[in-house]
T-cell receptor
């Protein structure tokens, strides 16, 4: 069975600085997708970024980028130029192309300080 | 505006009563999902449906039931058999079909059972 591990329960960063959130996963599949979702205090789950396992190039979305290491089964999220609005829970998630099931990590609570 | 709606935002029930949570989407997505979120945990899959009139159990289906009579609607019933129903419930949808796509989430319903 697939598992997703986020080893940092809480992180903090000063506004305008850069922070990296860690995620590792375990799977025997070769084709899959990885996602980072953001859950602000409103509790709405918002898709931040997506990575297809077959793509070697790391995904980027404006200030958000990932470091995808397929052999190491690692998928970290880098937030550059952090903003107060980035304060939220961040969940790493694995999507199996076989089952279409999304498996979540336990989340990292990020606090951005002014 | 296309999106997923869940109502109500907050729901209170007495122990022993069944309660139905609403989820509607106008994204023309084939697949719909129900997740449960407890404090300190990631989301866990309750039920999912990849097409109208068909649905499958997720990882924690006991005490829950669903129906999928219409493409745009996927209501979840929390029955009195669910031992610990107080939680935050999130509905999601994805394009589905032959391709695997990311899931988009509704705003959630906070259910409190006393």
């Amino acid at each position: 069975a697939q598992t997703v591990t986020q080893s940092q329960p809480e992180m903090s960063v000063q506004e305008a600085e850069t922070v990296t959130l860690s995620c590792t996963y375990d799977t025997s599949e070769n084709n899959y997708y990885l996602f980072w979702y953001k859950q602000p205090p409103s509790r709405q789950m918002i898709l931040v970024i997506r990575q297809e396992a077959y793509k070697q190039q790391n995904a980027t979305e404006n200030r958000f980028s990932v470091n995808f290491q397929k052999a190491a089964k690692s998928f970290s999220l880098k937030i550059s130029d952090s903003q107060l609005g980035d304060t939220a829970m961040y969940f790493c998630a694995f999507l199996s192309t076989d089952t279409d099931k999304l498996i979540f990590g336990t989340g990292t609570r990020l606090q951005v300080f002014p | 505006d296309g999106g997923i709606t869940q109502s109500p935002k907050y729901l209170f029930r007495k122990e022993g009563q069944n309660v139905t949570l609403s989820c509607e989407q106008n994204l023309n997505h084939d697949a719909m999902y129900w997740y449960r979120q407890d404090p300190g945990q990631g989301l866990r899959l309750i039920y999912y449906s990849q097409i109208v009139n068909d649905f499958q159990k997720g990882d924690i289906a006991e005490g829950y039931s669903v129906s999928r009579e219409k493409k745009e609607s996927f209501p979840l019933t929390v029955t009195s058999a669910q031992k610990n129903p107080t939680a935050f419930y999130l509905c999601a949808s994805s394009i589905g079909g032959a391709q695997t796509y990311e899931q988009y989430f509704g705003p959630g319903t906070r259910l409190t059972v006393t």
